[in-house]
DNA sequence: GTTAGCACTCTTTTATAACGAGTGCTAAAT
DNA sequence: ATTTAGCACTCGTTATAAAAGAGTGCTAAC
């Protein structure tokens, strides 16, 4: 569809586009070693360019931009997978240096480094707690109203939440009752558990404790999981050296919307499985207009755990981002595998 | 040492100029129905408190605007504690109308909730668990090299650690291990609790338990509390809305301080109890030259827990925040020690 | 098919002037 | 002895115009 002239001088200004953030000519274009044709040709095919969509001006004589058509184009076809920078790798691989143990902390230092890397915003989801199993239900009274439901998975992770005590309730009883819903309960992922507390657990509970069932829904309610996987961040402020975000109304906009974790949370969570890449108005989110994300998911074997994101603006280093989430997420799911694989 | 009309004149100045955030000449003074003279007495009046270094110039013909020495003079001397906002009231009083259970929530509810009310940023500390004394420890190995330990205090505060068991361990042993420091530690506040273990548990377990101590250590050192407190913000684009961070680099070097988790711990956490008003330079870190920051402390009976604070620019509605803290500080304390004094 | 040349467009920069809000000072009024 | 009216002056802001510069589209020559 494009010849290869028109594919040369596309990805030229992309990429010089990316660098500079300034609209591209044709005579800067024609002083690049590798294009070899007077601006006049180069015009002649940036006009051709524009009409088929792929590069827009900001003005009637202004240089060309890329599109969203464009970057879309310039994502699905003329990326090659490139080699990534050794500087870089180091970085990712400095993650893993230390021994960490809580898959969290990992994440958490995961989008720290991603946002220093890139300059841009990083945003990790995860890991996902669903399918965990249910390793141990502790119940810890405080005093005679209240007490603290905590549970453990077979990755470590701790939930709790504190809830009311059924009034005459006495310690033997939180004892059995404990002891039953660990029996029944252990192994089981944590999706699962409240429909099975209900199902299976509650018949056995009846016949051995008084007034199990306020208790039982005090804790079931409690253990209403899953809790949202959490969100982290890195970077938030790296967009405000963005030139494009040199307006107060965007960048406030932007920023208000990254705040806003429930939003974020859905628009990070619906990507499918592997590397997404979403530009401008393909987020459906006016905030992000002027932004991409692109996600990359990580698992455990293969069971997908989260995400991890990086929001840049269109004109994004789409190569080298790209690169770094599909390494990290590679690395990070190859730790974690053998972190929580080997139990 | 001022006269009365300076006073006023002063006062007037310093309620438009926040009220506007525009320099304030003596004309538009002398148009205030407050005020009875003219403007060529206003101009003497303001060139002599210009010249005691309440006020300031942004060059030489414009109005004038209060000098950080005037904000000090205006919160220390002018400011007659203010009745608050019926509105005011009731957004606060929103904060406890549901029965919230964990302090954690509550906190986080109440620097949404000062955000919104102000339009500034919300800074919440705490709660402090320095104090909080041990309920109870738990101990949930995962598998045959790690284990979490997991630490209840008797507000419901949880915090959980995972660590590496000793080679050969036998759940036996964990288990005696986990009684004894119950037995022992219960009812220790957490910052003791590090110096306690060795001084006073060691020594027992090493009777009872082969190879104690290298798990011993492990789990002193996951449980070297206290864990920073956490802290809670609200409106962190707040700062975005006010003109004085109409401008990059201001604004870019605020939010970048803010997310720096860190320093912020720092700045809030060294205010003393009751309000506090640091304003401009005084909060010694560049990026907060512009702005003021009011801290106010709650806390559990006579037992300090942590701060609520209200970052904004130094043209800040001093009143009405100051109000706001104080009201919010008080209820929170009242709220806090119902719930928790009870035991 | 390619390219040199040129008129034209539109933004950015620079210069200049006009405006207006505000001051400080002097001299008159109270 | 204050207070105030009056006025010259300052300086930022706005408006206008002109010049510069980067780039385009089109035509005609190569």
Do not use: W
Not at 84 to 110: G, N, P, T, Y
Not at 219 to 243: H, W, Y
């Amino acid at each position: 569809m494009l010849s290869d002239r028109q594919l040369l001088i596309f990805q030229v200004i992309v990429d010089d586009f990316i660098r500079s953030a300034q609209p591209v000519g044709s005579r800067s274009l024609s002083k690049k070693e590798e294009i070899q044709f007077s601006s006049a040709t180069i015009r002649n095919e940036m006009a051709d360019l524009e009409e088929l969509g792929f590069l827009e001006k900001t003005h009637t004589s202004s240089g060309r931009i890329p599109s969203e058509k464009g970057y879309r184009f310039y994502v699905d076809h003329l990326l090659s997978p490139q080699q990534l920078d050794a500087k870089d790798v180091d970085s990712v691989r400095s993650i893993f240096a230390e021994r960490i143990f809580e898959m969290e902390k990992l994440v958490q230092k995961s989008a720290k480094i991603l946002s220093e890397l890139t300059n841009y915003t990083s945003i990790v989801l995860g890991p996902a707690v669903r399918e965990n199993k249910l390793r141990r239900i502790q119940i810890v009274p405080l005093n005679n109203e209240a007490a603290i439901a905590i549970i453990v998975t077979d990755t470590g992770y701790v939930e709790n939440k504190m809830f009311h005590l059924p009034p005459g309730i006495d310690t033997g009883d939180i004892e059995k009752f404990v002891n039953i819903l660990n029996e029944r309960l252990t192994g089981v992922p944590l999706e699962e558990l409240n429909s099975k507390i209900y199902k299976e657990v509650a018949f056995v509970l009846s016949q051995h404790i008084r007034s199990y069932d306020a208790m039982l829904s005090s804790i079931a309610d409690s253990l209403k999981l899953p809790v949202n996987e959490r969100l982290f961040f890195g970077g938030k402020t790296n967009m405000l050296s963005q030139p494009e975000f040199h307006d107060f109304v965007k960048i406030k906009n932007l920023l208000t919307m990254i705040e806003h974790e429930e939003d974020m949370y859905d628009i990070i969570r619906q990507n499918p499985s592997g590397i997404n890449v979403k530009i401008g108005k393909e987020n459906g989110v006016s905030a992000m207009e002027d932004c991409s994300l692109i996600t990359a998911t990580y698992s455990i074997a293969s069971e997908q755990l989260g995400t991890i994101a990086i929001l840049g603006p269109t004109r994004m280093e789409y190569s080298r981002v790209i690169s770094l989430l599909q390494f990290l997420s590679t690395d990070l799911s190859t730790a974690l595998t053998k972190l929580y694989q080997s139990k």
